[in-house]
T-cell receptor, first 116, second 114 residues
Framework: AQKITQTQPGMFVQEKEAVTLDCTYD???????LFWYKQPSSGEMIFLIY??????QNATEGRYSLNFQKARKSANLVISASQLGDSAMYFC?????????????FGKGTLLTVNP | KAGVTQTPRYLIKTRGQQVTLSCSPI?????VSWYQQTPGQGLQFLFE???????NKGNFPGRFSGRQFSNSRSEMNVSTLELGDSALYLC?????????????FGPGTRLLVL
C-alpha cells in the first residue's frame, strides 16, 4: 500500500484564488512528520511547511497552511491568494519517526497551474 | 547561509560507465540524504549518511553506493550504468542530531544514460 497518496495529478486555479492540494498518508507509527515541498521546472525541491503528528494546531507559513486531520490521516496543503509563481509540482512527504530514520517517503505529486 | 550545492548539474554517460555525483550540505548540517527521481517511480530514497556513516539505505542495487567525508560533503557513485539510471538525483541535508528535522534539498544532478 502506498504510504503517501496524492489523488490530484493536476490542478488549475485562477490567480489570487485559494487552492487545496490533497494528501493522505498511511502509517502505524504514533510519531511522524508531514512535509510539503514545491518543485518548479528547474528541479530543486523547496521546503514549504511541516506538521508534526503531535502538533495540535495546523501549521501555517505565510500563504501556506496545512489542514491536518489526524483521524482521517490527511494533511492537505492550502495556498491562499495564488500567484503565477506558484505554478509547480507539489509533493507531500512523510517521515516516520523511528529513531535515526531520516527517510522521507514522497507522494506522486500534484502539478499546479495558476492561470492569470 | 549558502544552500545545498550539487555538482555537476548535468551529466551524459553511456551504458556500462560509472558516475560520481557530489553534494555539499548547508554549513553545520551533518546528515546528507540522496534521492532518485524518475517519471515512472517518482522520488525514491537511496541512502543517508551522518558523520561518515551510512545510517539508512533504500532498496537499490549494490551498483549504487555513497560515502561522506569528514567535512560532511557526500558523494554517490553509480557503477555499470543502465538506461534506467537516467534520473534527477537530489541530495538533501539536515542537522542530523535528532528530532523531526526538515531536509533541505539541492538543485539536483540530471543524469542521462545513453
Amino acid at each position: 500500500a502506498q504510504k503517501i497518496t496524492q489523488t490530484q495529478p493536476g490542478m488549475f486555479v485562477q490567480e489570487k484564488e485559494a487552492v487545496t492540494l490533497d494528501c493522505t498518508y498511511d502509517t502505524s507509527d504514533q510519531s511522524y512528520g508531514l512535509f510539503w515541498y514545491k518543485q518548479p521546472s528547474s528541479g530543486e525541491m523547496i521546503f514549504l511547511i511541516y506538521q508534526g503528528s503531535y502538533d495540535e494546531q495546523n501549521a501555517t507559513e505565510g500563504r501556506y497552511s496545512l489542514n491536518f486531520q489526524k483521524a482521517r490521516k490527511s494533511a492537505n496543503l492550502v495556498i491562499s491568494a495564488s500567484q503565477l509563481g506558484d505554478s509547480a509540482m507539489y509533493f507531500c512527504a512523510m517521515r516516520e519517526w523511528g529513531g535515526s530514520n531520516y527517510k522521507l517517503t514522497f507522494g506522486k505529486g500534484t502539478l499546479l497551474t495558476v492561470n492569470p | 547561509k549558502a544552500g545545498v550545492t550539487q555538482t555537476p548539474r548535468y551529466l551524459i554517460k553511456t551504458r556500462g560507465q560509472q558516475v560520481t555525483l557530489s553534494c555539499s550540505p548547508i554549513s553545520g548540517h551533518r546528515s546528507v540524504s540522496w534521492y532518485q527521481q524518475t517519471p515512472g517511480q517518482g522520488l525514491q530514497f537511496l541512502f543517508e549518511y551522518f558523520s561518515e556513516t551510512q545510517r539508512n539505505k533504500g532498496n537499490f542495487p549494490g551498483r549504487f553506493s555513497g560515502r561522506q567525508f569528514s567535512n560532511s560533503r557526500s558523494e554517490m557513485n553509480v557503477s555499470t550504468l543502465e538506461l534506467g539510471d537516467s534520473a534527477l538525483y537530489l541530495c538533501a541535508s539536515s542537522a542530523g542530531t535528532g528530532g523531526m528535522e526538515t531536509q533541505y534539498f539541492g538543485p539536483g544532478t540530471r543524469l542521462l544514460v545513453l
